[in-house]
C-alpha cells in the first residue's frame, strides 16, 4: 500500500533502536521527512545514515528524563525549521516492579517522562497541524491499558493515564483534521522485553531461554513481534488513509490481549 507520506514531516521520538527505530526507517521509505530524537547522539548519527530518501533527514537530541529542556530544544528548532504533520511520542518504559514497592519519585519521574514530555511536545507541533489541516499523533504505550501486566506496576498506572490523556485530546482536535491514537504493542523483540525476560526469569528461577519460550507461548503466534511489524500499524495511522480513525488503542499483539 502507498501511504503518501512525500512532503510529510515526521518528528519520531526514542528513535535509535526497537520500533522507534523501525517506524523511522519505514516512514522514511513512504516519503516521510524524518527527525530523529533520542539521548545519544552517536546512535543518532547511525540511525541518521540508515534512513531511505533524501538526505534532508535530521535529528534532534532530547531527554524525556527532562521535560524542560525537551520542550526548549524542539521549540528552538521549530523556530528555524517548519513544524511537524506526524508526532510519534515514543519512549523508555519505566523499571519493572512491584507497584507496592514503587516509591513516589518513581511515579513522578515516568509521569514526567511519558505523559509530560507527551505533552509539550504535542502542545509545540499541534498549531502547525492546525495550520496544515492535517496531523497525527501517535503515542506508543503497552497493552497494560487494556489489562495490567503483572510485575509492571508503575507501567501499568502511568501508561493508563497517558492513554485517557490521548483520548480526551483526540476529542479536543479531531475538528482540525488532527488524529490522536495509541499503539500497544505487545511482546516484541527489544531490550525492553530482554529486561522483562531476565527479571521473569530470576523471580522463577528458570533460565532466560526457558522464560522466552514461556512467554511466547502466552500468545496465540507463538512468537514474540518484530519492531517493524508494530511499525506498520504506526505508518498507516500516520497516512490520510487513517484520517476517520481517531482515539483509539490499537493492540499489536498478535492476540495475546484477551479483552475486547
Known amino acids: 500500500m502507498d501511504l503518501n507520506l512525500k512532503d510529510k514531516r515526521a518528528l519520531v521520538c526514542g528513535s535509535t533502536q526497537g520500533i522507534g527505530r ?5 516512514l522514511a521509505g513512504e516519503g516521510a521527512r524524518i527527525t530523529l530524537m533520542a539521548r545519544n547522539e552517536d546512535k543518532l548519527k547511525a540511525v541518521l545514515k540508515e534512513l531511505p530518501g533524501d538526505s534532508d533527514h535530521d535529528y534532534l537530541i532530547g531527554d524525556f528524563f527532562q521535560p524542560d529542556n525537551l520542550r526548549q530544544t524542539v521549540a528552538r528548532y521549530l523556530k528555524s ?3 511537524f504533520h506526524i508526532l510519534i511520542n515514543n519512549t523508555g518504559g519505566p523499571r519493572s516492579g512491584l507497584i507496592i514497592d514503587a516509591s513516589a519519585d518513581e511515579f513522578l519521574s515516568a509521569f514526567n517522562q511519558h505523559l509530560i514530555c507527551n505533552h509539550e511536545l504535542t502542545k509545540l507541533t499541534v498549531p502547525f497541524m492546525k495550520e496544515k489541516g492535517y496531523g497525527r499523533i501517535i503515542n506508543v504505550i503497552s497493552t497494560s491499558v487494556k489489562e495490567p501486566i503483572p510485575g509492571l506496576g508503575v507501567s501499568n498506572t502511568i501508561r493508563n493515564a497517558v492513554a485517557n490523556w490521548s483520548k480526551t485530546l483526540a476529542g479536543e482536535l479531531g475538528g482540525h483534521g488532527i488524529t490522536v ?8 523483540q527489544t531490550e525492553r522485553l530482554n ?3 531476565r527479571i521473569k526469569a530470576q523471580r522463577e528461577e528458570r533460565t532466560e531461554a526457558e522464560m522466552a ?5 502466552y500468545t496465540p503466534a507463538r512468537r514474540f513481534a518484530h519492531p517493524e511489524e508494530t511499525a506498520q500499524a504506526i505508518a498507516f495511522l500516520s497516512s490520510d488513509k487513517a484520517s476517520y480513525i481517531n482515539g483509539i488503542n490499537l493492540p499489536v499483539d498478535g492476540g495475546r490481549t484477551k479483552s475486547l
Open 195 to 197: 529486561e522483562i525476560i
Open 213 to 217: 519460550e514461556i512467554m511466547k507461548n
Open 22 to 26: 523501525a517506524t523511522a526507517i519505514l
Open 181 to 188: 491514537n495509541n499503539v500497544l504493542p505487545g511482546f516484541t
Open 81 to 83: 525549521n517548519p513544524g
